[in-house]
């Protein structure tokens, strides 16, 4: 080999183990800005159920590994209970507009906050993992209660929150009906929806940054991204019915996600598509159609209708 093909070599060997670290730098930072969600940046509380006309007891629980959680319990005058579980990076406030809706309905109706959220303790996110701890902690809090039918519990959950509800539910956790809108586990396709939803970085690029982010967001909150695949779990929820809502502009997470979730799901399975809508937002295209879904489904499942 002639000494000019060999300094050729090095230059280039040199130039990719400077791309790899520069990849990897930049790509440990978004992953920690992911992951790391302190109480000083989570988003200010401006609404409660009172803006919504709502009476409500402001309630607290604790986790297995001792996060204390705070929540809204909002009574309702039909035996049944829907707990509302957020996405990231947002809080229980994020719910009101569902728990409304189901209120009128006559559901109880607890609004819980995941650890790393809200007033929640903890700073780090998992994106299902260890929330489905805090998921427990809210339904034994329910249980608890002695004023609630404990079998006429159900569970909504958005986003982050319905990717989390599916992982629990299909654990066998006891609750009677499950229905999600947006729902996503931290899948590498997932992750790469989002960089190209929230970057302008080239395409080419995107798996390479989405494996890196995944990577280190594994690592910073002690997880594996392949713990929270939604997609094969969801049938162990059966014969626990489920509704998966979702929207066909989703540019978020993408819409294929709730495609393949429903097509995995077993029977009794519901699926209701509102093409306009975006990521969690389906209230601002097909209002009625969202309530009459969410509405139904619980009747149907928990009070027999």
């Known amino acids: 080999m002639s000494k000019g093909l060999k300094i050729t070599l090095i ?7 400077v791309i790899f670290i520069v990849l990897a730098v930049m790509t440990r930072g978004i992953a920690l800005d992911i992951v790391r969600h302190p109480l000083a940046e989570r988003p200010e509380m401006e609404e409660t159920p009172a803006n919504y006309g709502m009476d409500f007891e402001v309630v607290s629980t604790t986790t297995e590994d001792g996060l204390a959680l705070y929540g809204w319990f909002i009574p309702g005058d039909n035996g049944a209970t829907i707990m509302i579980q957020h ?8 719910g009101l507009y569902e728990a409304q809706l189901l209120n009128q309905a006559g559901y109880s109706v607890l ?3 995941f650890r790393a959220h ?20 809210w339904h034994i809090y329910l249980i608890n209660r002695d004023d609630l039918d404990h079998t006429r519990i159900g569970l909504f959950g958005e986003s982050m929150g319905g990717g989390t509800s599916i992982i629990y539910a299909a654990g066998d956790r006891g609750v009677a009906a499950v229905a999600t809108g947006s729902a996503f586990a931290l899948t590498q396709q997932v992750v790469e929806k989002f960089i190209e939803f929230e970057t302008d970085i080239p395409p080419a690029l995107i798996p390479l940054l989405a494996k890196f982010i995944v990577f280190w967001a594994e690592g910073a909150a002690d997880f594996k991204a392949e713990a929270l695949d939604t997609e094969s779990v969801i049938a162990d929820i059966s014969p626990v019915p489920i509704l998966i809502i979702h ?3 989703d ?9 393949q979730l429903f097509a995995a799901a077993a029977e009794p399975k519901e699926l209701v598509w509102i093409e306009e809508a975006g990521h969690v ?25």
Request: negative net charge; hydrophobic residues 35%.
């Open 281 to 305: 937002n389906f209230q601002d295209f097909q209002p009625e159609l969202y309530k009459k879904s969410l509405v139904d489904f619980f009747d149907k499942h928990l009070l027999g209708r």
């Open 118 to 137: 809200d007033e929640c303790d903890g700073e780090l996110i998992s994106f299902g993992h260890y929330e489905q701890r805090d998921l427990r902690a």
């Open 247 to 249: 929207g066909g502009m």
């Open 11 to 17: 230059v280039i060997l040199v130039l990719i183990a």
């Open 111 to 113: 609004l819980g906050s």
């Open 87 to 94: 996405g990231s990076p947002g809080g229980r406030q994020d």
């Open 251 to 259: 540019d978020k997470i993408g819409p294929e996600v709730g495609r």
